[in-house]
C-alpha cells in the first residue's frame, strides 16, 4: 500500500515538471516573438 500511494506523487511530480518546462519554453517563445515584433515597429 506504501509504494502504491508513493507512485503517484512521484508521477505528479514528473507530470509537473514537464508542464513547467513547456510553459517556460512558450512563455519565452512568446516573449521573445513580442520583443521582435515591438522592436519593428520602432
Known amino acids: 500500500m506504501s509504494t ?3 507512485l503517484p506523487l512521484h508521477h505528479e511530480t514528473d ?3 514537464s508542464l513547467t ?4 519554453s512558450e512563455l519565452s ?3 521573445t516573438q513580442e520583443l521582435e515584433g515591438s522592436s519593428s515597429l520602432f
Open 4 to 6: 502504491r500511494n508513493r
Open 15 to 17: 507530470m509537473m515538471r
Open 21 to 24: 518546462g513547456f510553459f517556460i
Open 29 to 31: 517563445t512568446y516573449v
